[in-house]
């Protein structure tokens, strides 16, 4: 499985990529916004940090919008994957931009049903949003059983990307029902790897080293 970070802050992006288990970043207008900088400036930086996939949505909700801006990002870097909605025009941008060579990821996916339509018209990965379906009392892991089983069944090349991470439970259950990708926001990227026994344990391993190490 691979582990994307879902941020838009260089700091934190530089932070766990120091981890060596960061292998990209998804933005989003919504976390661009927190930064206080321009989207191409901070794209820019990310890549400069993370050698992997690094997703930028369109603003657009026409297809000559979407196509236009879209052009725009993948010229910036190989490793850009443009972001489109799951919409008609998004689909129809979808199948323009993957044939002429562009990666892209269909976000805002809620069923399984969209999830087929965008690996259709050639997504790269398409994008269910977990969380939010949990929010309002559906199971998201359900859907991500639904859309592996059906690319399973037809040898889809397009990868799931699940996304909405709200807690490690979810990381872990995307990977057991083989999903390719996580994206995973910094606050659960810390919760992964703590567990009390592990505290507890280096403390008991220390104050136990305390009372030999100066033994000749």
């Known amino acids: 499985m691979q582990f994307f970070l879902d941020t838009a802050n260089i700091e934190a992006i530089k932070k766990y990529a120091a981890w060596g288990v960061v292998d990209g970043v ?4 919504s976390l661009i916004s927190k930064e206080g900088v321009s989207l191409e400036k901070r794209i820019k930086e990310i890549l400069e940090v993370v050698d992997g996939p690094i997703s930028t949505e369109v603003i657009a909700a026409d297809y000559e919008g979407m196509l236009e801006e879209a052009r725009k990002y ?12 799951i919409t008609q025009d998004g689909l129809r941008a979808c199948k323009t931009l993957s044939a002429e060579g562009v990666n892209v990821n ?4 809620f069923s399984a049903g969209q999830a087929l339509l965008a690996a259709k018209a050639g997504a790269t990965v398409v994008s269910p949003f977990i969380g939010r379906l949990d929010d309002i009392c559906q199971d998201g892991m359900e859907l991500i059983a639904e859309i592996a089983q059906i690319f399973g069944n037809y040898d889809f090349k397009t990868k799931i990307l699940v996304a909405s991470i709200r807690h490690p439970r979810h ?3 995307a990977a057991r ?3 390719s990708i996580a994206t995973v926001p910094p606050e659960v990227f810390d919760l992964l790897i703590k567990h009390p026994l592990t505290d507890i344990g280096l403390k008991k ?9 100066d033994l000749k």
């Open 26 to 29: 998804t933005t989003n207008p």
């Open 74 to 85: 993948a010229k910036w870097h190989k490793n850009i994957y443009v972001k489109v909605p």
């Open 106 to 109: 269909v976000t805002l996916i």
């Open 171 to 173: 990381v872990i259950d």
């Open 177 to 179: 029902l083989g999903a």
């Open 205 to 213: 391993f220390l104050e136990d080293w305390e009372k030999v190490k």
